[in-house]
């Protein structure tokens, strides 16, 4: 599907990648303090978490916290006019972007110290006609991995493009 520039646009390459790893991200090693400002920011209260007692104690990080530790740190001005990452979607597919859904499946805990690993799948493409144009859906599968290789997560993603 090509279409002009208020509508999406899917490259010829993007239906091949479906069933492919689509995006590779490992994290630098979870600290105390990303995991502080990440309760701050989520309206927790940072000083709850960890022990001042003990230093060294192992900290679990909050349930959602992996999925904030694997995306890259991207500066404001290389944002999408939308807002969104540069790296949202799938490679070849191109428009407006909007939030069709997800889900979260943990399976182990997050430590701080653990380094993390994701790896994104499509797992399928589809083309529709909605009531102001064509839309293309884009489902992807995301596995979150630690250090030990341990599945700690699945995330699964619906974006639309407009």
């Keep these: 599907m ?30 105390l303090r990303q995991v502080r400002e990440y309760v701050a920011a989520t309206g927790g209260r940072p000083e709850q978490w960890g022990d001042p007692g003990d230093p060294h104690a192992p900290v679990p990080t909050p349930p959602l ?27 070849g597919v191109r428009g407006r972007s909007m939030a069709g859904g997800q889900s979260y499946e943990i399976l182990a805990p997050v430590r701080v110290g653990d380094v993390l ?7 399928s493409l589809s083309e529709k006609q ?3 144009g064509p839309l293309v859906i884009t489902e992807t599968e995301s596995e979150y991995t ?4 341990v ?10 493009f407009r």
């Design 2 to 31: 090509r279409t002009d520039e208020r509508g999406p646009v899917i490259d010829a390459r993007a239906r091949e990648l479906i069933g492919t790893v689509t995006f590779t991200w490992t994290s630098e090693p979870v600290s």
């Design 65 to 91: 916290f992996f999925h904030a530790a694997c995306r890259p740190v991207v500066a404001l001005a290389d944002l999408l006019e939308d807002g969104q990452y540069p790296f949202l979607g799938v490679p």
């Design 117 to 123: 690993t994701v790896r994104e799948r499509l797992s």
């Design 130 to 132: 909605g009531r102001s």
């Design 146 to 149: 630690n250090g030990d290789d």
């Design 151 to 160: 599945l700690v997560a699945r995330f699964r993603q619906t974006v639309i």
